[in-house]
């Protein structure tokens, strides 16, 4: 499968081509955040990029709706002059809980129709946020016209989730999961790909992530020794249980040393890039025998150290 890591920034960019060049990674970039600077990566940074697509921006929207204004004209305008750049990009799903829909239309529905009739095509990968049974089975029907469909955050906690995804995959539509990308949710999860911009959560809160073999689970390590409220860190990189290990994967799989990433955040961005995108070879592994007709990607060396650094 592929994680797509969102936004991730030209700055992490300098640093994957100058540490660890050979590594194509999947991204995802958001219509309307720093637009230049998603064209600029896409111009200069091809040799590390092995897919992109792009997300409509109305999670944006939705959450700073004075700041961010567009439409779905604006977005169907950008796709019309950009849109050749992404391997695939997002319909314009800005109504979350399908609270503007009635038994004929939504929305959602309805900017879905006016991006294809403004001459977008391929179409816009629609998004799904209700896992009702007639939803999902007319999606099943439409593999030709759809053939990837994605499922929005707000329902992937739903009891249905999952079912829903094997449904659709065993129906012939590959399925993207939006926001998720730790290793317990992604482990039998029936998607051709996800999403998740946890490389800068990580950062923001003053953390690597790595995984901890032992208990077959993603695990951070904090460089701040207190918190908010002036409290020791219990997980300090200095006391932290795993960290030899954590030092290993950081000489032998990103290639740097600790003391940059003590001493500079970007290095712990780049630290956690790397990491996620080992994560998909590791998911693709793990996932092989349940989609089967997803190819699983051996880039580079990967089947040499997967054992090795996930155990």
């Given at each position: 499968m592929r994680i797509y890591q969102s936004s991730l920034s030209y700055k992490s960019f300098e640093l994957i081509q100058e540490y660890a060049p050979d590594i194509k990674v999947n991204l995802l970039r958001s219509f309307g955040l720093n637009d230049n600077e998603t064209i600029r990566i896409i111009n200069d940074f091809q040799d590390n990029i092995n897919s992109i697509i792009l997300d409509s921006g109305v999670w944006s929207k939705h959450n700073n709706p004075e700041k961010v204004t567009h439409t779905v004209h604006d977005y169907a305008k950008f796709l019309k002059e950009y849109g050749n750049l992404f391997d695939f990009y997002f319909s314009y799903d800005e109504d979350f809980d399908e609270l503007e829909r009635s038994d004929f239309c939504s929305k959602n529905g309805e900017n879905q129709r006016i991006l294809e009739n403004e001459g977008i095509f391929p179409y816009p990968v629609p998004v799904i946020h209700l896992l009702e049974d007639d939803i999902v089975d007319y999606y099943c029907e439409s593999k030709d016209r759809y053939p990837i469909v994605a499922i929005g955050s707000n329902a992937i906690n739903k009891f249905n989730f999952r079912p829903s995804v094997e449904k659709l995959y065993k129906s012939g539509v590959n399925v993207h999961a939006f926001k998720i990308g730790s290793a317990e949710a992604l482990r039998g999860l029936h998607a051709w790909s996800s999403d998740c911009s946890s490389h800068a959560q990580w950062t923001k809160a003053g953390r690597c992530v790595f995984y901890d073999s032992i208990n077959q689970k993603d695990a951070d390590i904090c460089f701040r020794p207190f918190n908010k409220r002036g409290e020791k860190q219990d997980d300090f990189y200095r006391k932290h249980p795993l960290y030899e290990d954590f030092v290993w994967f950081l000489d032998e799989v990103v290639g740097i040393d600790l003391?940059?990433?003590?001493?500079?955040?970007?290095?712990?961005?780049?630290?956690n890039s790397i990491y996620f995108w080992w994560l998909?070879?590791?998911?693709?592994?793990?996932?092989?025998f349940i989609t089967p007709r997803f190819e699983e990607s051996n880039d580079n060396g990967t089947s040499e150290y997967l054992k090795t650094i996930f155990g």
């Open positions: 003391d940059k990433i003590i001493k500079n955040s970007n290095y712990r961005t780049f630290s998909e070879m590791f998911i693709s592994s793990e996932n092989a």
